[in-house]
């Protein structure tokens, strides 16, 4: 599991309470500060759903899925404390080879693409029956097979497999660009909280 969290860099909240000074409460700066918390956030959980179907070879819409919904950052209400800090959670293995537009070759073989570069598995098939007469099997979506040497059998008395990449979301999050948009997105927190403090005091 995999957590990319995005939080003021305030340990001793000295500027926490420099705002709640200027805008008069505590309640008003846990506002301010969610507010821009959860828009950089936002910003954050596009940038990484913009940037991972690149640098893994995935579809967008199968990164959303991973990611899920965010935790966003809450002022605090009703006896509960706040939650200051936007937190994206994602988890899983490696990625099944038929998320990355995996083909079987004619002549035989399986040809996918993690991370955008071409892997071919010669071993590997996705359809059943004989050559050249292969048909679809979709109670298997797609999923790519291979014999298996060792180990334990996937299911049944059947000696296949299914064949996976090394592509894992959680690690993927958390270096390349997706790691470069988390240091981007954090840098400008703190001009996002003066944003909404200036913004507030501006409507008084």
Sequence with gaps: MAHIKLSI???????????????????????A???????TGTRLRN??????????????????KALGKAKRAYASHNGKSARLEYTLITNGGYISLRHFKAKEYKWGGVGAKPRGRLEKHPQAWIKGGRFPNRKDMPQ???????????????????GFRKVRSDVRIPEEMTIGESAKAFERESSSLKREVEFEVRKRLLKR
């Design 33 to 39: 500060y969610r507010a821009a918390i959860n828009r």
């Design 140 to 158: 298997f979506k797609g999923a790519v097979f291979q014999a298996r040497t060792s180990g334990k059998r996937w299911w049944g008395h059947s």
């Design 47 to 64: 940038a990484v759903i913009k940037t991972l179907p690149k640098q893994t070879g995935l579809e967008k819409k199968t990164i959303k």
């Design 9 to 31: 860099d305030d340990n001793k909240l000295t500027e926490f309470w420099k705002v709640a000074e200027r805008l008069g409460s505590k309640a008003e700066a846990e506002r």
